[in-house]
């Protein structure tokens, strides 16, 4: 059964962000706010967890593209091959916020994402899971909840996704309405960014 915790964005209580901490270290999942639409991470490397989380979206591991959540860009080189000097400065500008940028993934990628030659990169504009990433000393694993019913796409309502996820993950943490607009996704692979989906942010 999902522990639901009320932690406010405007000044998160440390015993809670604790207890996600906990969570994740113990291989928990968890549902969390960001600035976009309400989204379900992990310890990235915790393969286990990993595993967990590809069940809930009802996927092999090994095909899933979950997002690399970061507090800031100094994880890149840990995850991604060299970023030409124009790109860098086209993420620093857009960063924090409402992106997810592809980018080329190097061979130290952890365990689940074996294989992947590109991945997601995502720093989200809310002090939330920067403040998680940050007391974890890592990165998360992540992707967004989407909803079955196809006209709403995304929820937003914290109660509701703790009622449908209540028996899946171990947290939810309710920090009010979410927004119903996913993150933009650019691909940097290639020689100038493409939008690859169209979202909150504006290129």
Do not use: W
């Amino acid at each position: 059964m999902a522990k639901i915790l009320k932690i406010y964005p405007e000044n998160p209580q440390e015993n809670l962000i604790a207890e996600v901490i906990k969570t994740l270290n113990n291989g928990g999942i968890i549902i969390y706010p960001s600035d976009t639409v309400y989204a379900i991470g992990c310890n990235i490397f915790d393969i286990r967890a990993m595993e967990k989380l590809a069940q809930i979206k009802k996927i092999k591991l090994d095909k899933a593209q979950f997002s690399i959540i970061c507090n800031d860009l100094s994880h890149l080189s840990n995850f991604t091959r060299p970023i030409e000097t124009s790109f860098f400065r086209f993420l620093k500008s857009k960063i924090p916020g409402p992106f997810t940028f592809i980018l080329e993934a190097n061979k130290n990628l952890p365990l689940a994402y074996k294989g992947h030659k590109t991945v997601g990169i995502r720093v989200p504009d809310h002090p939330i899971p920067q403040l998680i990433v940050e007391k974890l000393g890592h990165p998360i694993a992540s992707t967004s909840i989407k909803d079955d019913d196809e006209v709403i796409e995304y929820s937003t309502d914290p109660e509701l996704i703790a009622e449908k996820y209540d028996n899946l993950v171990d947290i939810v943490i309710d920090s009010g309405y979410g927004d119903n607009v996913a993150s933009t996704i650019v691909d940097l692979t290639g020689g100038e960014p493409e939008i690859i989906r169209q979202g909150k942010g504006e290129i």
